[in-house]
C-alpha cells in the first residue's frame, strides 16, 4: 500500500504536495548565513591604487576623477552619475574603487530590481542585515511599497548602520580586521536607464534624484550608474543635477591594451589583433562585442602553427594573414550566436576537406540549416503563419484549391512606366508595414492545406510522422498547443483583437531566411506559394 | 618625503573642511539671511507672531531650485525651537512622497504620535487618522502650541481633489487651533492651481527668493572657500590659502568662469555645486586652490551629450544614421529599419564602399542606436510589431549629426559627402 504517498490529511492536499512536504520535513535545514556590518564592505583584498589603475587600461583619468568627487574618509559629497557607454566598464570601475577605498556601500541594479517595490526591500535588506532564506520563505524584512514608507525605513536603517560604523571607528584598525572604513555609508544605483520603462518612472526617478535632499543625512552618498546620457532623463519636475561623470568609449589603443591582457603567448596575439583589430572595430567598438568575435577567430589564427607557444616572424606573420583572410569577412558578417548543437560535425568537415574552396562551402552549407529543433507540425504552422502574413487573403483560394497544385503563374505583361513606380510605393509600404495580421481560423486552414499536400507526399516516402488517424480533433488540439509555444518563443506575435469580430489576430515575426530554411528542411517548395507583387 | 606627507594631510584637512561646509545648507544660507530685509527676517516674524499671538496663517515659499527656501526655512524653525521650546512642533510632508491623501494623513499621524510619545498605529483608517489630527489640533490650540506644517513640493499636493489642502486649512478656521502652513514650491504660479474653496481659506502670503546680486555672489564665494584662521589648520598655511584665494577671486578669468556658469544656472545651489566640483578637483599635493580646477568643472558641466554619443559610434552606426538623415531629406514621412537598410544597399551599390555588413550586424547597430537614445520609436505601443518594422525617428538634428562626423576620428570621406548632397 503507497500510504506514504497519500497519508490521511484532514484538508484536501493533492499527493505530490503530500510527498514534498514529508521530504522537507525529514532534511535539517542548512545553516544559513548571516551577514553582519564587515558586509558593507567589499570582503576581499584590498587593492592597492596602481593595481586599480593598471587593471582597468584607459581608465586612468575616469579612477582618479571619481576618487576626488568620493573625497577623502567621512567627507560628504554630493550625488555622482557615471554614465558611458555598454561595458565601458563603469560598474567594475565603481565596485573596484570601493575596494580600493575599503568603505562600507551598498549595491543594487535595477535589472535585478525591477519594480520599485523589489528595489526598496533589496536596500533594507542589505541595510539591515537580513538573508532571504528559506526559513521566512524568502521574504523581505519589511514589507515597502511606496517611497513614504521606504524614506521612514531607510532612515532608522542608515542611522542604526552609522552608529554601528561610529562604534566600530573608535576601535583598532579596520585593515587588521577586515572592517570597512570610515562613517558614512554609499548607496550605488547601478543601470538606472531602466527605471525609465518602470510603469511609476514619473514618481520614481525625481524620486530618487531629489533622494539627497529629502534624506538630509550628510552621512550617505549616492552614486547612479546609467547606460543613457543625463539628458535622456530630463522631466517635467526639475532637480539640482548629480554630478556627471563620463565613460568613453575605448580607443583602439586601448582596446589592444585589454586584449592584450592575460595572453600566454603575448607577440602571437599582437600580430592576430594587428589584422583584425581594425576592420573589427569600423562595425563595432565595444569589448563584449569583439571579445566573443576575436576568440573563436583567434583559434582559427593559431590552427596552421604547430608549437602554439612560438613568436612568430615576418613571413610566419604573412602565412598566418593569408590562412586567416577568408574568414574575417565572414566572421564581420556574425554576430555572436550560441549554436544549440555541438561543432563536432563541422570541424571533422573541415578537416577531411583541404581546398579552400570546399572549406568556404562547409561554411554556407552550416547557415542554410537551422540549428535549433522544432517538432514538424510546429514547422508546418511556422509556414503557414509565414504565409498568411505575407499573402494577402484574397489569394488563398487559388494558391491552396483542393487538389493541392499551387499555381502561382501571373500572365505576363509588359511592365510599363507607372507599374514599375507604382511596384517600387507597393514594396516601400509592404516594408514600412511589416508582416500583416491573420485570425486564427485562416492559419489553421493553410495548415490543413499544407499538410494535407504533405500527406501525399510522404506516403511515398512510407514516413508515419503525421498521424491523421487520430481525426481531424486530434491534430486540432495538437496544434493549438504548438501555437501557443511559438508565441512564446516570439516567432508568432499576438496582435490586438480585430475591432468588428473581436477575435485576436496574429502575426509572424519570423524573417524570410528562417522561413526559408525551414521549408527545406521539410521539402516544401515555400517560394512557389509565396506572393511577389 | 615628511614633509610632503604632512602638507598632504594639511590640504586633507582643508578639503574636508570645505567639503562639508559646501555640503551643509545651513552654513550656506546663514550669513545671506543677515539683513533685515532679508526673506529669513520676514518669515521668522511672520512665524513668531503667530506663535505668540495664538492666530493661524499660511504662507508660500516660491523660488526656483536651489534658491534655498527650504535651507532658510530650517534655519527659521531651529531658531524659533531655540526661543520657544515648547510651543512649537514641526510636522514634515514632502509632495514627491505624500501625495496620495491617504499617505499624507499617516504621515502626519505618524509624526504626531512620534512627538507626543503616543503609540502609532499602522493600520489607523482615513476616517481615523483625519480625526485624530482634528483632535491633536484642538488639544495643542487649548495647550497654546502651535502646529507648523511644512509642505515641500507644494505643487504635488495642489494635483487631483486637494483632500488634503483643503482639510488642513479647514482646521485651521476653527476657533481653538493654532496652526501655521507653509507651502514651498518651485512653480511661481502655484497658487493659480488651488481650487476656489482651498484658495478662499487661504492667506496670499508668498514669499520670492531670488538669485542674490552679483557683488553679493562675489562677496559669497569668498567667504566660502575662505578657511576660518581660528581652526585647527596651522597659521601660516590658512594665511598663505586665503591670499591665495583672494588673488584668484580678483583674476579678471575667474569672474569670466564664474559669469559663465551663472548664465546657465544663476541659484546659490548650483554654484555650491559649481563650487564643490571645483575644491574636489584641488590638488592635494600642492595644497591651494587653482584656476585650472574651476575651469575643469566648468568643462565638465558643459557637455554635449549627443555629440559625445556620436563620437563613440562605430563608422557602421555613423553609416546608419547618415541613409536616416537623407531618408528625410528625400521627405519620406516614417522609416524603419527596412527602409535604411535598402538605403544602404543603394548607397553602397552607387559609390562601392568598402562597409557593406549583412543584415544581423546592421540590426545589433540599429539597436546599439536605440539604446543611446541616438534614434527612437515614435510610439510606445507597437509591442506587437517585431523591432525591425517599428518606425523611427532621429533624436539629433543634421547640424549636430555634421559637426559630429567633423569631429570623428578617421571619419570615411564619403559620409561627409553625403551629408553635404
Known amino acids: ?533 | 618625503m615628511g614633509r610632503e606627507k604632512e602638507k598632504e594631510k594639511l590640504s586633507e584637512k582643508a578639503l574636508n573642511l570645505l567639503r562639508s561646509r559646501l555640503s551643509d545648507p545651513n552654513f550656506i544660507f546663514r550669513p545671506l539671511s543677515d539683513s533685515p530685509d532679508s526673506n529669513y527676517s520676514k518669515l521668522k516674524f511672520i512665524i513668531s507672531t503667530s506663535v505668540t499671538e495664538a492666530c493661524n496663517n499660511s504662507i508660500l515659499l516660491l523660488g526656483p531650485r536651489g534658491s534655498g527656501k527650504v535651507a532658510v526655512l530650517e534655519l527659521v524653525l531651529s531658531d524659533l525651537l531655540q526661543q520657544y521650546p515648547e510651543a512649537i512642533s514641526v510636522i514634515r510632508l514632502n509632495g514627491l512622497l505624500h501625495s496620495d491623501d491617504n499617505c499624507a494623513l499617516k504621515e502626519i499621524a505618524r509624526q504626531l504620535c512620534m512627538e507626543h510619545q503616543l503609540l502609532f498605529s499602522k493600520v489607523a483608517s482615513f476616517d481615523d487618522n483625519s480625526q485624530f489630527m482634528i483632535a491633536m489640533l484642538r488639544e495643542c490650540g487649548l495647550a497654546h502650541k502651535t502646529i507648523i506644517f511644512v509642505l515641500d513640493e507644494f505643487d504635488f499636493f495642489a494635483q487631483g481633489k486637494q483632500r488634503l489642502l483643503y482639510s488642513l486649512l479647514d482646521a485651521m478656521q476653527s476657533v481653538n487651533s493654532q496652526a501655521v502652513v507653509i507651502g514651498v514650491s518651485c512653480r511661481l504660479d502655484v497658487d493659480q492651481l488651488l481650487e476656489k474653496r482651498v484658495r478662499s481659506r487661504f492667506s496670499h502670503r508668498k514669499l520670492l527668493f531670488l538669485s542674490p546680486s552679483k557683488e553679493d555672489t562675489e562677496r559669497f564665494i569668498e567667504h566660502i572657500l575662505s578657511l576660518p584662521m581660528d581652526s585647527s589648520l596651522p597659521h601660516n598655511y590658512t594665511a598663505e590659502f586665503n591670499g591665495r584665494l583672494k588673488k584668484l577671486l580678483s583674476d579678471e578669468r575667474f569672474k569670466e568662469l564664474i559669469d559663465t556658469y551663472l548664465s546657465f544656472n544663476f541659484t546659490i545651489g548650483h554654484l555650491v555645486r559649481f563650487l564643490f566640483q571645483a575644491v574636489s578637483y584641488m590638488d592635494l599635493s600642492a595644497g591651494f586652490l587653482s584656476l585650472g580646477n574651476f575651469k575643469t568643472a566648468l568643462s565638465s558641466n558643459q557637455r554635449q551629450p549627443k555629440l559625445e554619443c556620436i563620437r563613440d559610434c562605430s563608422v557602421l552606426e555613423l553609416y546608419m544614421m547618415v541613409c536616416m538623415k537623407r531618408l528625410e531629406v528625400k521627405e519620406q514621412a516614417s522609416y524603419n529599419f527596412y527602409s535604411v537598410m535598402t538605403e544602404y544597399k543603394s548607397i553602397h551599390d552607387s559609390f562601392q564602399t568598402s562597409d557593406y555588413y549583412a543584415a544581423n550586424v546592421c540590426l545589433r547597430a540599429f539597436e546599439h542606436l536605440l539604446q543611446c537614445q541616438l534614434i527612437s520609436f515614435i510610439d510606445n505601443k507597437g509591442h506587437n510589431q517585431s523591432v525591425e518594422f517599428r518606425p523611427v525617428k532621429l533624436l539629433i538634428s543634421s547640424a549636430e549629426l555634421h559637426q559630429g562626423l567633423k569631429s570623428y576620428q578617421q571619419c570615411p570621406a564619403i559620409l561627409l559627402k553625403l551629408m553635404d548632397r
Open chain 1, 1 to 533: 500500500m503507497a500510504t506514504e504517498e497519500s497519508p490521511q490529511v484532514t484538508r484536501r492536499a493533492t499527493r505530490s504536495y503530500s510527498a514534498s512536504n514529508t521530504a522537507i520535513e525529514s532534511t535539517n535545514l542548512p545553516e544559513s548565513y548571516k551577514p553582519t556590518i564587515n558586509d558593507l564592505g567589499f570582503r576581499q583584498q584590498p587593492l592597492r591604487l596602481e593595481d586599480l589603475l593598471s587593471s582597468f587600461p584607459g581608465r586612468r583619468s575616469q579612477i582618479l576623477e571619481l576618487l576626488r568627487l568620493l573625497g577623502p574618509l567621512n567627507s560628504p559629497m554630493f550625488p555622482i552619475l557615471v554614465y558611458g557607454g555598454p561595458s565601458t566598464g563603469k560598474t567594475s570601475v565603481t565596485l573596484q574603487v570601493f575596494r580600493h577605498l575599503n568603505r562600507p556601500f551598498i549595491y543594487s541594479s535595477c535589472i535585478t530590481c525591477y519594480s520599485p517595490r523589489i528595489l526598496f526591500e533589496s536596500i533594507l535588506n542589505q541595510l539591515l542585515f537580513h538573508r532571504k532564506d528559506s526559513g521566512h520563505s524568502y521574504s523581505s524584512v519589511k514589507r515597502c511599497e511606496r517611497p513614504s514608507d521606504f524614506v521612514n525605513y531607510l532612515r532608522e536603517a542608515l542611522e542604526n548602520v552609522l552608529t554601528n560604523l561610529k562604534g566600530n571607528s573608535g576601535k583598532v584598525s579596520s585593515k587588521m580586521s577586515g572592517r570597512p572604513d570610515g562613517t558614512m555609508v554609499y548607496l550605488v544605483f547601478d543601470n538606472l536607464e531602466r527605471i525609465r520603462d518602470w510603469d511609476k518612472s514619473s514618481t520614481i526617478l525625481p524620486f530618487l534624484f531629489n533622494l539627497n535632499d529629502i534624506l538630509k543625512m550628510p552621512e550617505v552618498g549616492l552614486i547612479f550608474i546609467s547606460n543613457t546620457s543625463p539628458d535622456t532623463y530630463y522631466l517635467n519636475i526639475g532637480y539640482v543635477e548629480p554630478i556627471p561623470l563620463y565613460f568613453p568609449d575605448y580607443t583602439e589603443d586601448d582596446l589592444r591594451h585589454i586584449f592584450m591582457a592575460n595572453q600566454t603567448n603575448s607577440r602571437l596575439y599582437a600580430s592576430f589583433l594587428d589584422v583584425v583589430l581594425r576592420p573589427f572595430c569600423r562595425v563595432t567598438r565595444q569589448v563584449d562585442e569583439l571579445a566573443a568575435a576575436f576568440s573563436s577567430l583567434f583559434k582559427k589564427y593559431s590552427e596552421p602553427l604547430s608549437d602554439k607557444e612560438v613568436a612568430p616572424n615576418e613571413e610566419m606573420k604573412r602565412r598566418l594573414f593569408s590562412h586567416i583572410r577568408p574568414h574575417i569577412a565572414s566572421a564581420l558578417n556574425e554576430t555572436f550566436q550560441v549554436r544549440s548543437q555541438p561543432l563536432l560535425k563541422a570541424e571533422t568537415n573541415e578537416e577531411t576537406k583541404k581546398t579552400n574552396s570546399s572549406r568556404m562551402l562547409g561554411i554556407r552549407e552550416d547557415f542554410d540549416k537551422i540549428d535549433f529543433h522544432m517538432s514538424t507540425s510546429a514547422k508546418y504552422l511556422l509556414i503557414s503563419a509565414f504565409l498568411a502574413s505575407r499573402n494577402p487573403a484574397t489569394l488563398d483560394a487559388s494558391l491552396f484549391d483542393s487538389t493541392g497544385v499551387s499555381d502561382s503563374r501571373k500572365r505576363k505583361r509588359k511592365a510599363s512606366e507607372k507599374s514599375m513606380d507604382q511596384k517600387e510605393m507597393a514594396e516601400q509600404e509592404l516594408l514600412m508595414k511589416g508582416p500583416g495580421t491573420f485570425p486564427l481560423e485562416r492559419l489553421l486552414a493553410i495548415f490543413q492545406c499544407i499538410t494535407s499536400l504533405a500527406e501525399d507526399s510522404l506516403d511515398e516516402e512510407e514516413s508515419h510522422e503525421l498521424t491523421v488517424e487520430g481525426g481531424s480533433r486530434g491534430l486540432m488540439s495538437d496544434v493549438l498547443l504548438q501555437l501557443s509555444s511559438l508565441c512564446n518563443a516570439n516567432f508568432i506575435i499576438k496582435g490586438g483583437s480585430c475591432p468588428l469580430e473581436g477575435s485576436t489576430r496574429y502575426r509572424t515575426a519570423v524573417s524570410e531566411d528562417l522561413a526559408l530554411k525551414v521549408a527545406r528542411s521539410l521539402k516544401f517548395p515555400l517560394s512557389k506559394y509565396l506572393y511577389r507583387r
